[in-house]
C-alpha cells in the first residue's frame, strides 16, 4: 500500500488563525457582557458568545482532521483518512478518474471560505453528490467516481498518485472489500438520527434559553429589591435583590444538564425512559419559564 499526504499547511494557518479570530471576539463579548447594564443585550451578547465558542470547537476538530488528511493506494482499496474517519472505497467500484478542473464549472459547495478548507459535500449535474476531503482548490484537486458517488482528494504530489493509482487499478484486486465510513463511536450513534430524540433533547435547552432570555430582558425594571414570598392577605413579607429573578434559570439550566445526561446514559438500553426524562426536562423548564414571569409582574 501506498500512502499520499495532503497538503496541510495552509489548511493549519486558516484554521489557527480563524479559531484566534473567534477567541478574540469571543472574550470581548464575554467582557462586554460582564461591563454593560444587565438586559437582554446581555443574553445575546452571552448567546453569541456561547455560539462562537461552539465554532471553535467545531474549527479545531476540522483542523485537526484536516491536517492528518492522506490517502492510501493499493490493489483492493482507496482508503481516504480525514482525522479519525477512514473512507474505504473498493477499487472494484472505481469508474474512473477525472482531473477537478474538468468540473469546476458547474460544481456547487457549501464551505468555509478558508484557504485550504475545501471539506463537505459538492453536487455536480452529471457526477451528483461529491464527498471532499482536500486541502486544495477544485480546479487542482482529483475526484475518484465510483458506482456509489464521487470524492475530490488534492495529494501534495498529483502526478505520482495518480500513476500509482492507474497501476493498481489495472492491476485488478485481489478480494473482495466492503465500502465503508469507519469513525469515532459516538459519531454513529442512532441519536443523530432520530428527529424525535433530537427534539426532545433541543426543546428543553431552547426553552432554558427562553427563560434566561425574559430574565435579562425584565431586570433593567426591577425595583431595588423584590418580593419574594407573600403572607395569607397577599402582603409581601421577605424580600430579596432584583438578581433572584435568574434563580429559576440557574436551577433550570442545573437541572437541564442532570437530565440531557441521565437520558444519555440509559438511551441505548432504555429509550422510552429516556425519553421521558427529556420530555419531563421541557415540563420543568416551562413551570421554571413561569414562576420567572410571575415573580416579576408581581413587582408591579
Not at 465554532?55 to 480525514?82: E, K, M, P, Q
Not at 435583590?241 to 429559576?248: K, L, M, N, V, Y
Request: charged content about 10%; hydrophobic content about 55%; proline content about 7%.
Amino acid at each position: 500500500m501506498v500512502v499520499f499526504t495532503a497538503p496541510t499547511r495552509p489548511a493549519l494557518i486558516a484554521g489557527i488563525a480563524a479559531m484566534a479570530a473567534a477567541c478574540a471576539v469571543l472574550f470581548t463579548l464575554l467582557a462586554l457582557a460582564v461591563a454593560l447594564p444587565k438586559s437582554l443585550l446581555t443574553f445575546v451578547l452571552i448567546t453569541l458568545a456561547l455560539g462562537l465558542a461552539l465554532f471553535i470547537g467545531w474549527a479545531g476538530w476540522h483542523t485537526y482532521a484536516l491536517t492528518h488528511t492522506s490517502y492510501a493506494i493499493d490493489r483492493n482499496a482507496f482508503v481516504i483518512r480525514y482525522g479519525p474517519i477512514r473512507q474505504v472505497i473498493p477499487m472494484g467500484e472505481v469508474q474512473r478518474v477525472i482531473a477537478g478542473s474538468d468540473i469546476a464549472p458547474d460544481m456547487r459547495l457549501l464551505r468555509l471560505p478558508l484557504p485550504g478548507w475545501w471539506i463537505g459535500r459538492g453536487e455536480h449535474p452529471a457526477l451528483g453528490k461529491i464527498d471532499l476531503f482536500s486541502t486544495l482548490p477544485l480546479e487542482r484537486q482529483i475526484i475518484i467516481v465510483t458506482q456509489a458517488g464521487a470524492y475530490g482528494v488534492s495529494p501534495a504530489s498529483m502526478e505520482d498518485f495518480v500513476e500509482a493509482f492507474r497501476v493498481r487499478f489495472q492491476m485488478g484486486p485481489t478480494q473482495l472489500v466492503q465500502p465503508a465510513r469507519l469513525q469515532p463511536a459516538f459519531m454513529k450513534w442512532s441519536i443523530w438520527k432520530s428527529p424525535i430524540t433530537l427534539g426532545l433533547i433541543v426543546a428543553p435547552i431552547v426553552l432554558n434559553a427562553l427563560v434566561f432570555a425574559v430574565s435579562f430582558a425584565l431586570f433593567p425594571s426591577l425595583p431595588e429589591q423584590i418580593a419574594l414570598h407573600f403572607d395569607a392577605s397577599g402582603a409581601p413579607d421577605r424580600f430579596g435583590s432584583p438578581a433572584q429573578i435568574f434563580g429559576p434559570g440557574l436551577i433550570g439550566l442545573g437541572l437541564l444538564i442532570v437530565n440531557l445526561a441521565l437520558g444519555a446514559v440509559i438511551y441505548r438500553g432504555e429509550r422510552l425512559a429516556a425519553y421521558l426524562i427529556w420530555g419531563g426536562s421541557s415540563g420543568i423548564q416551562l413551570a421554571l419559564l413561569v414562576a420567572t414571569l410571575t415573580l416579576a409582574f408581581s413587582q408591579l
